[in-house]
């Protein structure tokens, strides 16, 4: 089981930036996907962008390209999301998520659409004049 834990949402205006950070423990695995994640209340929650850490293939959501990076720091274990050009429809909770693949070979557009069991608490992001 992977134990993740995010952080560095905040309050920003339109227009702004934030980097969110997910550590994760507990696992040890050759590669894994993982994923970040948002959900507005009243509304689905919606993959943002995915990654699959052994060669670092990244996928995004239409809604995100050209704005927000994911990547992922495999001596810290760490999952990061910078969101740039941030707008009011980005405000959301935003989740990771992880899944050890071990060798298996794993597309970042698998990994976006992944089942995944192992998810953060979440953090939130509010972005508002």
């Known amino acids: 089981q992977v134990h993740l834990a995010e952080s560095g949402g905040g309050s920003v205006q339109p227009g702004g930036s934030l980097r969110l950070s997910c550590q994760a423990s507990g696992s040890s695995s050759s590669s894994y996907c993982m994923g970040w994640f948002r959900q507005a209340p009243g509304k689905y929650r919606e993959g943002v962008a995915a990654?699959?850490?052994?060669?670092?293939?990244?996928y995004y959501g239409d809604s995100v390209k050209g704005r927000f990076t994911i990547s992922h720091d495999n001596a810290k274990n760490t999952l990061y999301l910078q969101m740039s050009s941030l707008q009011p429809d980005d405000s959301a909770t935003y989740y990771c998520?992880?899944?050890?693949?071990?060798?298996?070979?794993?597309?970042?557009?698998?990994?976006?659409?992944?089942?995944?069991?192992?998810w953060g608490p979440g953090t939130q992001v509010t972005v508002s004049s």
């Open positions: 990654i699959f850490t052994a060669g670092g293939s990244t």
């Open positions: 998520a992880a899944e050890p693949r071990g060798y298996q070979a794993t597309s970042a557009l698998e990994c976006f659409w992944y089942t995944y069991k192992n």
